[in-house]
């Protein structure tokens, strides 16, 4: 397979981005230029590799020698492509957004702002590309310092506190997830992912466990699994659009699919099973989306109850990686790009409510569904389809989930499915009732059109996934293409 330039290039363009954006500090037209260029350029990188995905050849990357038999290296494969093109595709949504959000409530730092986002999103990129668990490490933990000028943006002493709380967690788990990086290259040197896992059934079943537990710590404080999830909404402090950076684009999303990338290239499903540690994967999944979702019940901010609800709904995608069976794994893949749809409409219309109503509770909002009818309808289809609503992108997910419960005798996790749906309708539908069916208080308007443009495309996305999966990117051949390569150890290339 002849190298390709295109992997790298799609890491690296937003880099050089964030390198021109301090240039232009005072020249806020050129700025946001730079920004949504390197979005398009991206976006289109990315895409150009699909047809050879779809094929099942995949698109290997160069590979930088760093000395001493290491190597960053960087391939394209289905799982790795499903989350690079929900990054990019929605970067640029948000850089969209961004321009409205940041105008409309007169931002300071704002090229610090879109410099950091820029970072992240090549960090994201080289994440999804990561073809060992070297690059993987080097991505995941630049993604976590280029974060953190995020989180602290307002430079107010709570997002200060917020900011120091992000990098306790984050940067604690990074030094779990070194720890099994450099312990997985002593037994397999190059530790190059590979559908099946490319431990074998060699590997004592105590050295199995003890990379299972620093793995999923490594992992899984991004992905928000309790009780590792305390740092996700204290970080609502931030604006808006960096809290649809943290929960739909790519920090806890890079925490998801670092999970599955461990469980079905590292490990593999056959060697969890035989150990037992797929058993404690379910339990702290289905733990997290139970508690979470109870959790949302009780918040009265807006977005701190979207903040519970992202936690519950990543707890899916770890369930499907943990029960292992293709049509499992098919839903949780599909998640990935589902939920980033979702949940990002449902934080840009809480970032609208805020600049136009000025109103950040969940009470308080009657009557915006006749004042706001665009960004509350929005808000009404991300809100049901996470709620597991047929014909929207969430009950795709959720019914793969299902499926393959009950494929591995797991009856029980439907009732577990049901139940989170069920409490997802609780905690969005009194939202919807006050904001439909109330007498409005005040007089509001939407908002511009750089912020009703992104909610809108966003909305109708996560609608026609639900009813055409495959539409556009094809997210649910992807999905289906990565799960079978894991169930059967076939992949591209090995």
């Not at 990074?174 to 074998?200: D, H, I, K, M």
């Not at 109870?294 to 901010?301: Q, S």
């Not at 950040?360 to 309808?377: A, E, S």
């Not at 639900?466 to 990565?482: E, M, N, S």
Request: proline share 4%; aromatic share 8%; hydrophobic share 55%.
């Amino acid at each position: 397979m002849d190298l390709d330039l295109r992997p790298l290039a799609a890491v690296l363009v937003s880099l050089l981005a964030a390198v021109l954006l301090p240039l232009v500090d005072r020249r806020p037209t050129v700025r946001e230029t730079i920004t949504i260029t390197a979005a398009v350029l991206k976006l289109a990188l990315v895409s150009s590799m699909l047809p050879a995905v779809l094929t099942g050849q995949g698109v290997e990357g160069v590979s930088l020698a760093l000395g001493m038999g290491l190597s960053l290296q960087f391939r394209v494969d289905a799982l790795g492509l499903i989350f690079a093109l929900t990054a990019s595709s929605l970067w640029l949504l948000t850089s969209i957004y961004s321009i409205g959000y940041l105008r409309a409530t007169a931002s300071t730092h704002q090229t610090s702002y879109y410099s950091a986002f820029a970072v992240c999103l090549s960090a994201t990129v080289g994440i999804a590309f990561s073809a060992n668990l070297l690059t993987f490490f080097v991505c995941y933990e630049v993604l976590t310092l280029a974060t953190y000028p995020l989180v602290v943006h307002d430079r107010t002493p709570e997002a200060q506190a917020a900011g120091r709380r992000y990098l306790v967690y984050t940067l604690a788990a990074g030094q779990a997830l070194l720890v099994a990086t450099v312990w997985a290259e002593t037994l397999v040197p190059g530790s190059e992912f590979r559908p099946g896992g490319f431990l074998n059934s060699q590997t004592p079943s105590l050295t199995v466990w003890a990379l299972f537990v620093l793995f999923i710590v490594g992992c899984g404080v991004k992905a928000a699994i309790m009780p590792l999830h305390g740092w996700l909404p204290a970080a609502m402090v931030a604006p808006t659009p960096v809290s649809a950076l943290l929960h739909a684009v790519a920090v806890v999303k890079a925490g998801v699919f670092g999970i599955v990338r461990i469980v079905g290239y590292v490990f593999g499903i056959d060697t969890l099973r035989a150990t037992g540690a797929d058993t404690v994967l379910i339990i702290f999944a289905v733990a997290t989306m139970l508690i979470a979702s109870i959790r949302a019940l009780g918040e009265d901010r807006l977005k701190r109850r979207l903040a519970y609800s992202t936690i519950g709904q990543l707890s899916y995608i770890v369930l499907g990686a943990a029960v292992g069976s293709v049509a499992a794994l098919t839903g949780a893949m599909f998640h990935i790009a589902g939920h980033g749809f979702m949940k990002i409409t449902m934080f840009f219309c809480a970032g609208t409510v805020h600049t136009q109503a000025h109103r950040d509770g969940v009470k308080g909002l009657d009557g915006l569904g006749r004042q706001m009818p665009v960004t509350m309808t929005a808000f009404a289809i991300g809100a049901c389809g996470l709620a597991g609503v047929p014909l929207l992108a969430g009950f795709i997910a959720k019914w793969n989930l299902g499926v393959g419960a009950v494929e591995v005798d797991q009856l029980l996790l439907v009732g577990v499915l049901v139940v989170s749906g069920l409490l997802n309708v609780a905690y969005f539908f009194p939202i919807l009732f006050d904001a439909f069916f109330k007498a409005s208080t005040s007089d509001v308007r939407e908002a511009g059109w750089a912020m009703i443009l992104p909610l809108g495309v966003t909305a109708a996305v996560a609608l026609l996934l639900g009813v055409i999966p495959d539409l556009g990117l094809h997210f649910f051949t992807l999905a289906r293409l990565a799960a079978e390569s894991v169930v059967t150890g076939a992949g591209v290339p090995q």
